[in-house]
């Protein structure tokens, strides 16, 4: 698995572990176990944690980004419901990653369509359009592997294509639809990279838990709590282990009548769960007053969630929401096995 570091932005920026690893005083480079034979099919702690160091920010267009490295490390691509393991190459040097917010408000970007190009003295190392991934010490980020030529600095050039699928509402509308490039530096030596904290936790490994969210100063892809989104919460059903936090908000930008939206997001820690497709039925005394598609959609109070235009929801509606895609993200350890088998979920309107 690839292990991310986050370099602090400035000259001198120490190493920093994720959150939940605090204190931990040993840097180690053991072998990483093997992946679990018996995970459970829900959010699990993992066999290892490791930390992280930023390296360098900048704005660029609509978007602020944050370039960051760790070790190489396995991670697990998911195309319909198939999850299928990225395992770690011979030549891969560190896990790059990189972080795409809004300026102003912090959230973070899903879908934007990533992609890196590292040079060194102006001649290309390697290239590669890296994936949209889901951890849970930093939520929803993007990420991939790749292979370094030793001790340098590095010039990588990030490109952004913008939000894809995903309307844009309130004071986001219109943002995010262009693209953008940015190069940012990466000093790299292997002596500093193998300072970065490295946990095993074979102890809590398979837990039904997550390891908590990092500290740091960049923006996490964190889903607000229920009780701080607009409009009044209709409930909260599991699906896949995923949180289906669900609000009906009257507001003028959304359409005419009530504004049905899902925010997905991960048990434990709240990290955004884009890239699904769902459904939403709602029926009243036993006829159905709504069945239809909820749009991705992306607002400053709701964030990243999925959402349509209904009559209304009153007391006593049942409402049913159906994921007929589960997220696409590729998924590092302990998110592999969850968010994948999600069946349908009906709740009352209280």
């Known amino acids: ?100 917010w809004d300026p102003e408000t912090g959230i973070v970007l899903p879908d934007a369509g990533v992609s890196l190009e590292v040079t060194k003295d102006g001649d290309l190392v390697t290239e590669e359009t890296i994936y949209a991934m889901l951890s849970q010490p930093m939520g929803f980020h993007y990420g991939a592997n790749f292979p370094l030529e030793g001790t340098a600095t590095y010039q990588v050039e990030v490109s952004v294509g913008g939000l894809s699928g995903v309307r844009t509402t309130g004071a986001f509308e219109g943002r995010f639809a262009e693209s953008t490039t940015a190069t940012l530096d990466l000093s790299y030596s292997e002596g500093e990279k193998e300072q970065i904290m490295y946990e095993n936790t074979q102890d809590r490994a398979g837990a039904l838990e997550a390891v908590p969210p990092m500290e740091t100063k960049m923006p996490l892809g964190v889903a607000p709590a229920q009780a701080d989104l607009p409009g009044r919460a209709l409930g909260a059903p599991k699906s896949g282990d995923a949180v289906l936090a669900t609000q009906a908000v009257d507001a003028d930008r959304f359409g005419d009548g009530t504004y049905l939206a899902v925010s997905a997001r991960s048990p434990y820690n709240r990290m955004v769960l884009p890239s699904m497709a769902l459904r939403a039925t709602v029926a009243r005394d036993g006829e159905t007053v709504f069945d239809g598609d909820l749009t991705p959609t992306f607002d400053p109070e709701l964030h990243h969630h999925y959402g349509a235009a209904v009559e209304s929801i009153e007391s006593g509606d049942e409402v049913t929401l159906t994921p007929t895609i589960p997220p696409q993200a590729a998924r590092h350890e302990g998110y592999e096995t969850a968010f994948v088998e999600m069946a349908e979920t009906t709740f009352t309107v209280a």
């Open 1 to 100: 698995m690839r292990r991310r570091t986050f370099l602090a932005a400035g000259a001198g920026a120490a190493a920093t572990g994720l959150a939940g690893c605090a204190g931990l005083l040993e840097t180690q480079t053991a072998g990483i176990p093997p992946v679990l034979s018996d995970r459970p099919d829900a959010v699990y702690y993992p066999t290892h944690v490791e930390g992280m160091q930023m390296e360098s920010m900048t704005t660029s267009g609509d978007y602020k980004l944050g370039l960051m490295y760790s070790y190489p490390h396995r991670f697990w691509t998911v195309s319909g419901t198939e999850a299928e393991l990225v395992d770690i190459e011979p030549d891969d040097a560190v896990h790059l990653m990189v972080a795409v």
